[in-house]
């Protein structure tokens, strides 16, 4: 707790005050973010460090793997941050990005991890897709490149899931929202996204490559999206 308590305390001290009017016009004004950024709750990564964007900029789901439940009509956290970012916010892009050495995705591939982990077990129910895709696709890869593959698949699958909540069903069809694709390796700093064009991530370009129609993965696809 030292090292968070010396932060709180150098934030009031020193960063706030240089700068005090921009905290104080996101406190005066409604939030507008530019973008629903759906990532995992690993503490290596910064959605805002890695796209060198302000407080205000992003809305932000996080949770063990990047998982979007598929809508179901009932309450969770997930479904409910979605549909406000939408029908509220009026967000029109949204990112799942996925990250390398996933334990989310070590555990889901070596159900042992999480054999002592109740909530864990259940939680991973929303990828079983894409456990099946890897056991199915890519049981030739070394362990490394599997958890690469199992992340690149997994954010495919969850934007699968993403398409069945009503808000983005919605404004996909109506043209009105964009999602996106993306993969973060931690130790290089690249991001890549997938191009639906190729069929595969891409390093991230100039230009941001939206993912639609959906679904785009399912369990007998057979094309891999492998970088």
Not at 13 to 32: A, G, H, I, N, T
Not at 174 to 202: K, L, M, N, T
Request: charged share 20%; hydrophobic share 40%.
């Amino acid at each position: 707790m030292e090292k968070i308590l010396a932060g709180v305390h150098k934030f009031r001290r020193s960063v706030y005050p240089r700068d005090r009017q921009f905290f104080q016009q996101l406190s005066e004004k409604d939030q507008k973010p530019k973008a629903l950024f759906i990532t995992c709750s690993d503490s290596r990564v910064d959605p805002n460090l890695i796209t060198q964007t302000e407080p205000g900029d992003l809305f932000l789901v996080r949770n063990a793997g990047n998982l979007v439940p598929p809508y179901a009509g009932i309450a969770s956290g997930e479904a409910a941050t979605i549909e406000y970012s939408i029908e509220v916010l009026g967000i029109k892009n949204i990112i799942v990005c996925g990250h390398s050495q996933c334990g989310a995705m070590r555990g889901l591939l070596n159900p042992q991890i999480a054999e002592n982990l109740p909530a864990v077990k259940m939680w991973f129910n929303h990828a079983e897709t894409t456990r099946r895709i890897v056991k199915n696709k890519y049981q030739n890869l070394a362990p490394q490149e599997l958890i690469v593959a199992a992340t690149e698949e997994n954010v495919l699958v969850q934007l699968n899931n993403l398409s069945t909540h009503p808000a983005v069903a919605a404004r996909l069809s109506a043209g009105e929202v964009r999602i996106f694709g993306w993969y973060y390796d931690i130790g290089s700093g690249c991001i890549s996204q997938f191009d639906q064009q190729q069929g595969r991530f891409v390093e991230l370009g100039a230009q941001a490559y939206a993912t639609a129609p959906l679904p785009i993965r399912t369990n007998d696809e057979t094309t891999s999206a492998v970088s």
